[in-house]
């Protein structure tokens, strides 16, 4: 074969934009991963020193030796392993329960034929445009009339299934999950629940991760209502944090020791959750 000068110059050219290319876009990257991780690392910093480092005219870039202490001072003043506990079990509860409730839900929406099915995923859809905090009050005058205030069940049961969640795994359902499949199941006497547990389950597992991540993030940084439904006696991480700054004088050592270590939780969720997100599309690309 003839190489003309002409067009390997041109390739060599070409190979140099793509290589400008790649310089820009790794150096783009990582100036995104180094701007999401600062915050993180300037609340280690400040939690591993005392807060007069917050006054000096040029603070320290270095970690200090004060952060065991600061952290030791956190479950002196609050209760903290218990609402480490509290939000541990009422993460997970809702986590787990909203990922099974809503690909159950969008595996029957997305792939079931019954009366009524657009009109009541309409109303699910629906439930988004009401705001929250209209329903707090009838919330919390139910919470009490079963006898569940100031218990880990009133933050728990009405957080069982979300609205987003159904949508979001009926969307995924609808791509993911050929209805071929499904019938091929079914001919070999496969019953509708076996067909969600061995068909759906597996070929929405990125779906699922995410909305489980998702779902444990926010019911973890959840204050507004467990400040309402708990006590102080039986707070959840949130509220724990909310009362190491409710004195006249804040100190932002103590209060970043304790946000870092509550964010401890949701970085492990994360490392276990997202590994599963890229397998799953690592898988369907390979299969693509």
Same mark, same amino acid.
């Given at each position: 074969?003839?190489?003309?000068?002409?067009?390997?110059?041109?390739?060599? &050219?070409?190979?140099? *934009?793509?290589?400008? +290319?790649?310089?820009?876009?790794? %150096?783009?990257?990582?100036? =995104? $991963? @180094?701007?999401?991780?600062?915050?993180?690392?300037?609340?280690?910093?400040?939690?591993?020193?005392?807060?007069?480092?917050?006054?000096?005219?040029?603070?320290?870039?270095?970690?200090?030796?004060?952060?065991?202490?600061?952290?030791?001072?956190?479950?002196?003043?609050?209760?903290?392993?218990?609402?480490?506990?509290?939000?541990?079990?009422?993460?997970?509860?809702?986590?787990?329960?909203?990922?099974?409730? &809503?690909?159950?839900? *969008?595996?029957?929406? +997305?792939?079931?034929?019954?009366? %009524?099915?657009?009109?009541? =995923? $309409? @109303?699910?859809?629906?439930?988004?445009?009401?705001?929250?905090?209209?329903?707090?009050?009838?919330?919390?005058?139910?919470?009490?009339?079963?006898?569940?205030?100031?218990?880990?069940?009133?933050?728990?049961?009405?957080?069982?299934?979300?609205?987003?969640?159904?949508?979001?795994?009926?969307?995924?359902?609808?791509?993911?999950?050929?209805?071929?499949?499904?019938?091929?199941?079914?001919?070999?006497?496969? &019953?509708?629940?076996?067909?969600?547990?061995?068909?759906?389950?597996?070929?929405?597992?990125?779906?699922?991760? =995410?909305?489980?991540?998702?779902?444990?993030?926010?019911?973890?940084?959840?204050?507004?209502?467990?400040?309402?439904?708990?006590?102080?006696?039986?707070?959840?991480?949130?509220?724990?944090?909310?009362?190491?700054?409710?004195?006249?004088?804040?100190?932002?050592?103590?209060?970043?020791?304790?946000?870092?270590?509550?964010?401890?939780?949701?970085?492990?969720?994360?490392?276990?959750?997202?590994?599963?997100?890229?397998?799953?599309?690592?898988?369907?690309?390979?299969?693509?």
């Amino acid at each position: 074969m003839t190489v003309f000068p002409g067009s390997l110059r041109r390739s060599r &050219s070409a190979g140099g *934009g793509v290589g400008r +290319a790649n310089i820009w876009v790794y %150096g783009l990257l990582t100036a =995104f $991963v @180094l701007g999401s991780i600062f915050p993180f690392y300037w609340s280690f910093l400040v939690a591993s020193r005392d807060s007069s480092m917050l006054t000096e005219s040029i603070p320290p870039l270095v970690p200090g030796g004060s952060f065991f202490a600061n952290a030791q001072r956190v479950f002196d003043q609050v209760e903290f392993w218990r609402a480490l506990g509290n939000s541990v079990v009422v993460a997970g509860t809702v986590t787990i329960s909203t990922v099974f409730f &809503s690909t159950l839900a *969008g595996f029957a929406f +997305a792939k079931l034929r019954f009366r %009524g099915r657009n009109a009541l =995923f $309409v @109303l699910v859809i629906a439930t988004l445009a009401v705001p929250t905090q209209l329903g707090i009050i009838p919330l919390y005058m139910a919470m009490a009339e079963f006898g569940w205030a100031n218990e880990l069940q009133a933050v728990i049961v009405p957080n069982l299934v979300t609205a987003i969640g159904v949508f979001w795994m009926r969307q995924y359902t609808v791509e993911a999950v050929p209805c071929e499949l499904i019938e091929a199941a079914r001919m070999d006497g496969c &019953s509708m629940i076996r067909v969600f547990w061995h068909v759906c389950l597996p070929s929405v597992r990125p779906a699922a991760a =995410f909305l489980g991540m998702f779902t444990f993030m926010m019911s973890w940084n959840d204050f507004l209502w467990p400040l309402i439904a708990l006590n102080a006696e039986n707070p959840t991480v949130q509220v724990a944090l909310e009362k190491l700054q409710s004195g006249y004088y804040v100190d932002y050592s103590l209060v970043l020791a304790g946000t870092t270590l509550a964010t401890i939780p949701i970085l492990v969720v994360f490392l276990v959750l997202g590994r599963q997100i890229v397998a799953g599309i690592m898988q369907g690309a390979v299969k693509g």
